[in-house]
């Protein structure tokens, strides 16, 4: 079955950066991209992007350009999201998640959701 | 960037009784890249629809979804207990965006 397990929550500082991983299983991971998803707490969903595992393309969310990083390594099925210069409204519980870029379609699966908190 | 608003905010009703949710979008969404999505505390979404009308694998049949261009509506006709969430309309056809989200709680 198809699986997007996330790793564990973080606690930075502000100014410092911070890696989510989202490894895959269950499915071929290059046939599908990978989007980030956020939502801080009792907020909305605020999509900050995704990437192609088939070629690697990215595409990000205006508001993030410039702070975050997608990347994946196909050889271990697992994507990451790094975001640099955190400040404290970057809390929130980030998602990875699955979808087929082209033709375009929804994500039709979630990771876990990792939780990173931001704080001096 | 296409901005998603959806309305109401928050929706109080009774189980049994018809939801619907609004979502419009600042330009036309292409080809009906329009999706809803379920949430409960705790947990991440779930597909509902796609395609604007299109039930995902497993959903019942009581959600329905329609519309076009810049105007979608997610329908619950009955509410059932497990019914009462967050739901977010989301588009994919330009980058992809989230709506704010609609409420909806028990009377």
């Known amino acids: 079955q198809v699986q997007l397990v996330q790793s564990g929550a973080e606690v930075k500082k502000p100014g410092a950066s911070v890696k989510v991983s989202c490894k895959a299983s269950?499915?071929?991971?290059?046939?599908?991209?990978i989007s980030w998803v956020r939502q801080a707490p009792g907020q909305g969903l605020e999509w900050m992007g995704w990437i192609s595992a088939y070629n690697g393309n990215t595409n990000y969310a205006q508001k993030l350009q410039g702070r975050v990083t997608m990347t994946t390594d196909t050889s271990t099925s697992t994507a990451y999201m790094e975001l640099r210069s955190l400040r404290s409204d970057d809390t929130a519980v980030y998602y990875c998640a699955r979808f087929v870029v082209v033709p375009a379609a929804p994500i039709d699966y979630w990771g876990q959701g990792t939780l990173v908190t931001v704080s001096s | 960037e296409i901005v998603l608003t959806q309305s109401p905010g928050t929706l109080s009703l009774s189980p049994g009784e018809r939801a619907t949710l609004s979502c419009r979008a600042s330009?036309?969404?292409?080809?009906?890249?329009l999706a809803w999505y379920q949430q409960k505390p705790g947990q991440a979404p779930r597909l509902l629809i796609y395609?604007?009308?299109s039930r995902a694998t497993g959903i019942p049949d009581r959600f329905s979804g329609s519309g076009s261009g810049t105007d979608f509506t997610l329908t619950i006709s009955r509410l059932e207990p497990e019914d009462f969430a967050v739901y977010y309309c989301?588009?994919?056809?330009?980058?992809?965006?989230f709506g704010q989200g609609t409420k909806v709680e028990i009377k």
């Open positions: 395609g604007a009308s």
């Open positions: 989301q588009q994919y056809g330009s980058s992809q965006t």
């Open positions: 330009q036309s969404v292409s080809s009906s890249y």
């Open positions: 269950g499915y071929t991971f290059t046939s599908y991209g």
